[in-house]
C-alpha cells in the first residue's frame, strides 16, 4: 500500500517544485497560473429600492484567478477565468439599523499579450461575467431584501512587470475589468416581489445595462514576492457596482486588503 501511495504523493508535491517565475509561468502553453486571495476592508452600499440612506460596514472577500494560454493564438492569446465574493454586516449612516450584503460574480476573460518594451507585459482583450447577489436590511418593512442578477460584456486590461530583489524574483500586477454592455433584473419603481412572482405583473423588470446607466469597475493591483519557498501576493481590491435603472438607484462600494499566494503549475503533457 505505501508503494502504491509513495508515486501519489511525489505528484501532490511536483507543483511547488514546478514554480520557477510567477511571472514565466503565464507565458508558457503548458503550465496553468492560480491566485488565491482573502480581503478585508470596507464596503458602501446604497438601494433605494429599500432606504434612501448609505449602508457602511466592514466586509470580507475572496477572490481566485485561474490563468493559461489558450491552445489556439500562437501563445499569445491567455484565458482567464475569475470567481469572486463578498459578504458585509453594513450599518446605516442615519439611525445605526443593520442590514446584510453579499455577492457573488464569475468571468471568463480572453486577453492578447504583448510586450511594447523591456520586461512590461500588457494584455487587452475581452470578457463575459455573471453576477448575483442581496442585499437585506434586518428592520426592513414590508419590502425588506433586494436581489440582484445580471450579465455582462466587457473589456479586461492587465499589466505585468517581473523585476529583481537581490536574488529574488518579485512580480507587480493591476488588472483593470470594465463592463460595457449587459442586462439585469430589478423591480421598478414601487413594484413588490409579489407582483412580479405571484401575480405574474411584468413591468420591465428585465433591463440593458450600459456605461451610462450601470457604470461599473473592478481593480486589482498586487506585489507578488517569493516567501519560504512559496509565492506570498498582497495588494488591494477595488470594485464598484453602480446602476441607475427604472428609477431605483443602487451602488456598492468595496475597498480591501487582499493577501494570498500565486501558484505556478506544470502541465503532464
Known sequence: ???RLLPFLIALAAPASAQTSTAAGADSLHTVRHEQYFGIGRTNTL????SPVEYVGTSLSILHRTERMARWGKGRIGVQATYAGYAAMPRSQADDDPAMEAGLSAAVAWLYGFRPVGRWTFALGGMAEAESGFTYLVRGGNNPAQGRLA????????VVRPFR????????RAQVDVPLIGAMFTPNYGQSYYEIFSLGHY??????THPWNAPSARLTATLTLPLWGAHLSL???GEARQ???NHLKHHTWNHHFIIGYVRT????R
Open 1 to 3: 500500500m505505501r508503494n
Open 47 to 50: 438601494d433605494t429600492y429599500l
Open 151 to 158: 450579465v455582462h460584456l466587457g473589456m479586461t486590461g492587465r
Open 165 to 172: 530583489v537581490g536574488r529574488q524574483q518579485w512580480e507587480a
Open 203 to 208: 413591468d420591465k423588470n428585465i433591463r440593458a
Open 235 to 237: 495588494g488591494y481590491n
Open 243 to 245: 446602476s441607475h435603472v
Open 265 to 268: 503549475l506544470r502541465l503532464l
